[in-house]
């Protein structure tokens, strides 16, 4: 069990570039969530998937964020035309579903700094 | 809607002291209740959970017991140590919905003197 393992660890980008992060879940997960953490607060939920499908997301995600998880494996969440205020550390976890009461564990983060 | 609310830090203790980390949450049904630890530079770990009333989770010493009359999950250690140092979290996910997201308090730094 490797965890759950997050690319890159660090991303500096300048306003209005695009970045993609990586989240390479658990093996045999079902579940993967992402979640956004800035500087003295909690994470706060952006957006769920259930093997392939994404089945929630929270109206912090714009239109300029998009997340993926093709073949229910790993997942990819895109900022498009970053802002100052995208920055933050940006948190996958995994979980089994086990009738919703699987814990979710998480990965170390990729933090993210718009210029 | 679901919220979860946790003492403000720093909280500064010496090695040994005893720790309580008050932590208070309103739900709809009936949530699942968590502690998370983040270590300076590292992720989130799950530090123990409770999953109905009266449940008392724990681990590493650390306890903490879900009081639904108080709507409360407060954290205790009885002997801090310095490697404690670190941010914790309180949180509750639902399980009334198919999502079970987890929603965070803002976290309590404690640092630990030797």
């Known amino acids: 069990d490797t965890g759950v393992s997050q690319n890159p660890r660090h991303k500096i980008t300048k306003r209005g570039q695009n970045v993609t992060f990586r989240c390479d879940p658990i093996?045999?997960?079902?579940?993967l969530y992402w979640y956004r953490q800035t500087l003295g607060q909690g994470p706060e939920f952006l957006t769920y998937?259930?093997?392939?499908?994404?089945?929630?997301k929270s109206r912090l995600l714009s239109d300029r964020f998009s997340a993926e998880r093709p073949k229910g494996s790993f997942s990819t969440l895109e900022i498009q035309r970053t802002e100052q205020g995208d920055s933050a550390m940006y948190l996958c976890a995994s979980s089994l579903d086990a009738r919703g009461l699987g814990t979710q564990y998480f990965g170390p983060g990729t933090r993210l700094l718009v210029l | 809607g679901n919220s979860v609310t946790q003492m403000e830090g720093p909280v500064t203790l010496s090695e040994e002291a005893f720790l309580t980390i008050n932590c208070t949450y309103t739900a709809t049904g009936y949530p699942s209740l968590f502690w998370y630890v983040q270590y300076p530079g590292e992720g989130l770990q799950l530090l123990l959970k409770a999953t109905k009333a009266d449940d008392k989770g724990s681990n590493k010493g650390f306890e903490a017991t879900y009081r639904k009359e108080t709507t409360s999950f407060h954290l205790e250690k009885g002997s801090v140590q310095v490697s404690d140092s670190a941010v914790y979290f309180c949180?509750?996910?639902?399980?009334?919905?198919?999502?079970?997201?987890?929603?965070f308090g803002t976290g309590t730094l404690l640092a630990v003197q030797p």
């Open positions: 093996s045999e997960h079902n579940r």
């Open positions: 998937f259930q093997n392939e499908a994404q089945l929630e």
């Open positions: 949180a509750l996910s639902s399980t009334g919905g198919a999502t079970n997201k987890l929603i």
